[in-house]
Nanobody, 125 residues
Framework: QVQLVESGGGVVQAGGSLRLSCAASGRTFSTSAMAWFRQAPGKEREFVAFISGGGGAYYADSVKGRFTISRDNAKNTMYLQMNSLKPEDTAVYSC???????????????????WGQGTQVTVSS
């Protein structure tokens, strides 16, 4: 079983920045497709950003131009750089991984094999 652990969450004022990390331990999937999802209170889990094993990235419209996803395969770690944060970005952010290089429906959380427990991001106004 692969373990995914998120870190880097916290409380930040609107307009600020945070960088989230997702570290994998146990079995390694250096070239697997990975993604970030988030869930706010009272809302369904939503897709945030995706990165393929080859480095191709896709973003939800709500975060385009503000968030950047990246990965360091040698460290089995994925990152989400979040800039210009807004109160509506407040949510629990979770990372996910799938044991393939890429998938066309990357926005579908049901297609991922492993999940972290999430890290809380709170953006105050």
């Amino acid at each position: 079983q692969v373990q995914l652990v998120e870190s880097g969450g916290g409380v930040v004022q609107a307009g600020g920045s945070l960088r989230l990390s997702c570290a994998a331990s146990g079995r390694t999937f250096s070239t697997s497709a990975m993604a970030w999802f988030r869930q706010a209170p009272g809302k369904e889990r939503e897709f945030v950003a995706f990165i393929s094993g080859g480095g191709g990235a896709y973003y939800a419209d709500s975060v385009k131009g503000r968030f950047t996803i990246s990965r360091d395969n040698a460290k089995n770690t994925m990152y989400l750089q979040m800039n210009s944060l807004k109160p509506e970005d407040t949510a629990v952010y979770s990372c996910a991984a799938r044991r393939t290089y890429s998938i066309p429906n990357y926005y579908n959380g049901g297609l991922y094999d492993y999940w972290g427990q999430g890290t809380q991001v709170t953006v105050s106004s």
